[in-house]
């Protein structure tokens, strides 16, 4: 895998418009995104990483500084990142296979050849034998299998994630969580997700990013060179834990106005 950045963002800043004035989401916000590692962003409720997603996602436009990817602006949607929700948004009209084979459909591939292309990524998550299900056939577990199955097919360099397990329960969480590193492992895609879970970010990531309270900045970046896979009761990991709460608790802190 490579691990120079396949995303710079410099200095970026996005202003919202609002009935009496603006929100300042992002401001002065600047890192890399190594390619072939997984990232996770946590932070403050409300601090700006959904809107950072989007903006990488090409669905929000910075309002001021760079984002690149391989060097070029990232000025819109594009099939090199692939876009995973918290909430799966599938098609529930359409089976495993409709759902997956969709990105594709739309950019005019020949059905014998998406079909097969989705096939393949349906067997990649696990899902064979499923295919003519449909989303409320399955458990929420599967419908994540297929949200990163349709994220798959399409062949992305780079696969932003916004909170992709938060309303999963607690044990098959942990089982989503050991599949995304197998999928990584076989896929050797750069991925950059969203959490609220400080155990969730050490468990899957090479880097975790540690962004401030609103408007976003990063305060700490913490490089994670535990080996997988990982121990979470084990003495490196919870005292990673300790550390990367102590920077969140004094944002909340903040936030609330209870520092110095």
């Keep these: 895998m490579g691990c120079g950045p396949i995303i710079a963002i410099k200095n970026l800043r996005k202003v919202f418009s609002v009935e009496g004035g603006e929100i ?12 072939g590692r997984i990232t996770a962003l946590v932070g403050p409720n409300g601090c700006g990483k959904t809107t950072l997603l989007r903006i990488l996602a090409g669905l929000e436009e910075p309002t001021g500084g ?49 079909e097969a292309a989705a096939r393949r990524f349906i067997e990649l998550v696990g899902l064979r034998g499923f295919e003519e299900r449909y989303p409320h056939e399955l458990s929420s577990g599967m419908r994540q299998k297929v949200a990163f199955a349709r994220a798959l097919v399409n062949d992305p360099k780079v696969i932003l994630m916004d909170e992709p397990f938060a309303s999963l329960d607690a044990q098959t969480r942990n089982l989503m969580q050991e599949e995304l590193i197998r999928i990584w492992r076989a896929t050797e895609k750069t991925i950059l997700f969203v959490t609220h879970s400080v155990d969730e ?32 009761t084990g003495l490196q990991f919870n005292e990673l834990r300790r ?4 920077e969140l608790s004094e944002e909340l802190m903040a936030t609330h106005g209870m520092g110095d």
């Design 24 to 35: 300042v989401a992002i401001d002065g916000l600047s890192f890399d995104v190594k390619e």
């Design 66 to 114: 760079v984002v690149e990817m391989n060097g070029n602006p990232i000025r819109g949607p594009g099939a090199d990142r692939g876009m995973i929700f918290q909430e799966f948004a599938l098609f529930p009209w359409r089976t495993v296979l409709g759902n997956v084979k969709f990105g594709l459909e739309v950019r005019g591939i020949p059905k014998e050849e998406s």
């Design 201 to 232: 970010a050490l468990f899957l990531s090479d880097e975790v990013i540690v962004l401030t309270q609103r408007p976003a900045k990063v305060k700490k970046i913490f490089s994670i060179d535990l080996p997988r896979p990982r121990d979470r």
């Design 243 to 246: 550390l990367i709460l102590r």
